[in-house]
C-alpha cells in the first residue's frame, strides 16, 4: 500500500511529461507532414478502427463468469493479456514511425506497472 502511493506521483509526472512531449514533436513541420501522409492511407484508416472496435469488444464481451469453467476463464484471461501486448506493440509502431525513440520506454514502464503486464 505504502509503495504505491509513492509510485502515484512519479507516474503521474511521467504522464505530463509525455504529453508534453507529444506536444512538441507534433508542432514540427516534418511531424505534421507524417501525420497528413498518415491519415490519407487508406489501409491505416480502415484497421485503427478494427483495431478499436476488437479491443473494445474483447474487453467489454469477453468477460469473465463465475460460470465459466477454469479452461474458459483461462483463455480469456490469455486474450486479454495477448490483447495488452498488442496494443504496446501498435503504440511502439506509432512511436517510431515518428521518430520518437525514448517515449515507448515511458509508456510501457506506466503501461506495465498500471496494468499488471508481466513480460
Known amino acids: 500500500m505504502i509503495f504505491e502511493n509513492k509510485l502515484k506521483l512519479p507516474i503521474i509526472l511521467i504522464i505530463i511529461i509525455i504529453i508534453i512531449y507529444l506536444i512538441l514533436r507534433i508542432f514540427k513541420k516534418t511531424q505534421k507532414d507524417k501525420i497528413i501522409k498518415l491519415l490519407n492511407n487508406k489501409i491505416f484508416l480502415f484497421f485503427v478502427p478494427v483495431i478499436i472496435f476488437f479491443t473494445l469488444y474483447i474487453f467489454i464481451f469477453n468477460k469473465i463468469n463465475e460460470d465459466d469453467s477454469d ?9 486479454k493479456e495477448a490483447l495488452k501486448h498488442a496494443l504496446i506493440a501498435f503504440v511502439i509502431a506509432i512511436c517510431a514511425y515518428f521518430d520518437m525513440l525514448i517515449l515507448p520506454f515511458f509508456i510501457i514502464f506506466i503501461i506495465s506497472y498500471l496494468y499488471d503486464i508481466d513480460g
Open 71 to 79: 479452461e474458459i476463464k483461462k483463455n480469456k484471461i490469455k486474450i
